[in-house]
């Protein structure tokens, strides 16, 4: 990578620009840069939702791993119909209660969570939104779906991603190939598996040429085909 960050260590961080988060995670670049940079509408200024875990010189957005995380928590959110402005509410009160500058998807929020919205309802007076706390409505219906493929740490930060599942053998880890999906049994990013079967001619070829298993160039090309599609719809 050409631009630089400031001060900053970029090894086992992960790095994405959002063209590339949004492949990864389907949610569309102009949202996460709009999350990430701030945004004006209608003549209001909308700061951002939370500072990137990279900062670059020049002002471009790059995702660490973690913001690749809260990016798709968040979403979740939002998807449920909680709009940006209170999602960037319901982060400050996250950051104090859960202590990490990235609490939405660390798995100590899918705990206290549910005191995090209380507080937001509480102060912004949301009648529907306590309702539905006090009803039917759990964060696990939210984001569970989406943590229950994550890998913590002890201090519960998010510190790999399986965004297929565990048994499909696709992983994000940012300590490894700067955060690009691999193929987990071999190490070998996904898109490189993929773009030697494309060369090679066959799965077989491409599983000849780097040494693994046609069962992980399988897998690597099915990956990068759900991702591409995805893509372009």
Same mark, same amino acid.
Do not use: C
């Given at each position: 990578?050409?631009?630089? %960050? ?50 670059? =010189? ?6 660490? +791993? ?20 209170? *999602? ?35 102060? #912004? ?26 890998? +913590? #740490?002890?201090?519960?930060?998010? *510190? $790999? ?13 940012? %300590? $490894?190939? +700067?955060?690009? !999906? ?6 070998? !990013? ?6 030697? %079967? ?12 780097? $040494?693994?298993?046609? %069962? ?8 990068? =085909? ?8």
């Amino acid at each position: 990578m050409q631009r630089q %960050a400031q001060g900053l260590t970029l090894i086992g961080i992960g790095l994405y620009t959002p063209a590339e988060a949004a492949r990864i995670i389907a949610v569309p670049a102009q949202k996460i840069i709009r999350w990430l940079r701030g945004h004006e509408a209608n003549g209001k200024q909308y700061d951002r939702l939370w500072q990137s875990q990279v900062t670059m =010189e020049d002002g471009s957005i790059i995702l660490g +791993f973690r913001d690749l995380m809260e990016v798709k928590v968040a979403d979740a959110f939002v998807q449920w119909g909680l709009p940006p402005v209170r *999602v960037r509410v319901v982060i400050e009160r996250a950051k104090e209660i859960v202590g990490d500058d990235h609490p939405l998807s660390t798995n100590r929020f899918m705990t206290d969570g549910s005191n995090v919205f209380m507080e937001v309802v509480e102060e #912004g007076g949301d009648r529907r939104l306590i309702d539905l706390l006090r009803g039917q409505w759990t964060m696990k219906s939210i984001i569970e779906p989406f943590l229950k493929h994550v890998d +913590f #740490g002890e201090d519960g930060a998010p *510190v $790999r991603w399986w965004p297929r599942g565990r048994t499909k053998k696709i992983l994000v880890d940012p %300590a $490894r190939s +700067f955060g690009q !999906p691999i193929e987990s049994t071999s190490h070998v !990013p996904t898109a490189a598996l993929a773009a030697a %079967a494309k060369a090679e001619g066959s799965v077989a070829a491409a599983a000849v040429a780097w $040494r693994v298993s046609v %069962a992980a160039v399988r897998r690597a090309v099915a990956f990068q =085909e759900e991702i591409d599609q995805r893509y372009a719809a």
